[in-house]
């Protein structure tokens, strides 16, 4: 079993920043990819970064140059700093586990809340 708690939402104007963390406990989170996902009303939710214990990391196109991923594997937490943030990018945003050994699992937390409004 993973736990994961975000933290770091809020509310901010078009053009700031966040950042969001995200404390992982657990067994072997370094065989976990770490990442974030988000979703707005009406929507499905997508996937937004992720990153591997090695620093491996990948992103979606949609937010490419705006967000970066970090980990600190020793402490076995990830965040996501947002700058730039537009109105699209509000959502709720959710970390997530990925096991990357078998068998294959994963975990959310429970979300935090962006908004981006002026």
């Known amino acids: 079993q993973v736990q994961l708690v975000e933290s770091g939402g809020g509310l901010v104007q078009p053009g700031g920043s966040l950042r969001l963390s995200c404390a992982a406990s657990g067994r072997m989170i370094g065989s976990y990819r770490l990442g974030w996902y988000r979703q707005a009303p009406g929507n499905q939710r997508e996937f937004v970064a992720s990153?591997?214990?090695?620093?491996?990391?990948n992103y979606a196109d949609s937010v490419k140059g705006r967000f970066t991923i970090s980990r600190d594997n020793a402490r076995d937490t990830v965040a996501l700093q947002m700058n730039g943030l537009k109105s699209e990018d509000t959502a709720a945003y959710y970390c997530?586990?990925?096991?990357?050994?078998?068998?294959?699992?994963?975990?959310w937390g429970q979300g935090t809340q962006v908004t981006v409004s002026s």
């Open positions: 997530n586990a990925d096991r990357l050994v078998s068998p294959s699992r994963q975990y």
């Open positions: 990153i591997t214990s090695g620093g491996s990391t």
